[in-house]
């Protein structure tokens, strides 16, 4: 059973700092990785897909990496600011049986401080 | 639609009561998912549907729940006989069409269920 976790639960920065987020999953033969930020009341947006044969992808100030051997993704915010304040969550894509499973970390409260 | 679109966005109910929850996903995504998002937790699969295949209802926690997709759009998850620990919002999303596996995926704002 995959299982997906998110180091730290929660995080608090000064406003300009460069930040990483970890995500680990325990079956390595994803199909892809997809970060997602909630904010407060609201639903999940997308951020970063990854399929399982990229090893990066990057969005303005976001990156995210993927190192499917280790079971690992990190998603790196440079010069955060205080927009940035969500819970930032990842979830991969494996297979199940006859289905595909999407499984979700419990993700990871960020704070940036202005 | 431009984008996922769930309602109702809040409902407060009586223990005991039944409760529709609607997702319309974007236009032409073909698989569609529930999940639930209890207060504190992370999100608990509940039911997914692609295309005119069996839907996978693994993660529906007890008899009282059922969902269903009609015309491969719209999608209806009802609770029956509602239980205070229902209470939690109700997230759908759908997929990228013929990217079923590796498409990006896109969330509706949720709906918000209170049992009292």
């Known amino acids: 059973k995959q299982e997906v976790t998110q180091i730290p639960a929660a995080l608090s920065v000064p406003e300009g700092e460069n930040l990483v987020l970890n995500c680990s999953f325990t079956?390595?033969?994803?199909?892809?990785l997809q970060w997602f930020r909630q904010d407060p009341g609201k639903g999940l947006t997308s951020l970063l897909l990854i399929q399982s044969s990229q090893r990066e992808q990057t969005s303005g100030r976001l990156n995210a990496s993927l190192d499917k051997s280790s079971g690992r993704s990190t998603l790196y915010i440079a010069a955060s600011q205080p927009g940035d304040s969500a819970t930032y969550l990842c979830?991969?894509?494996?297979?199940?049986?006859?289905?595909?499973?999407?499984?979700f970390g419990k993700g990871t409260l960020l704070t940036v401080n202005p | 639609g431009a984008g996922v679109s769930q309602s109702p966005s809040n409902k407060v109910t009586e223990k005991g009561k039944d409760v529709e929850l609607r997702c319309d996903p974007i236009?032409?995504?073909?698989?569609l998912y529930w999940y639930r998002q209890s207060l504190g937790q992370g999100l608990e699969f509940l039911i997914y549907f692609q295309g005119n295949s069996a839907p996978d209802k693994s993660g529906l926690p007890s008899d009282r729940f059922s969902a269903e997709r009609t015309g491969g759009s719209v999608s209806t998850l009802t609770i029956q006989r509602t239980q205070q620990e229902d209470s939690a919002v109700y997230l759908c999303a759908s997929r990228t069409p013929g990217l079923e596996v590796t498409g990006e995926l896109f969330f509706g704002e949720g709906s918000r269920l209170t049992v009292l």
């Open positions: 236009s032409g995504h073909t698989a």
């Open positions: 079956d390595s033969a994803i199909y892809n």
């Open positions: 979830a991969v894509v494996t297979r199940g049986g006859s289905n595909y499973k999407l499984t």
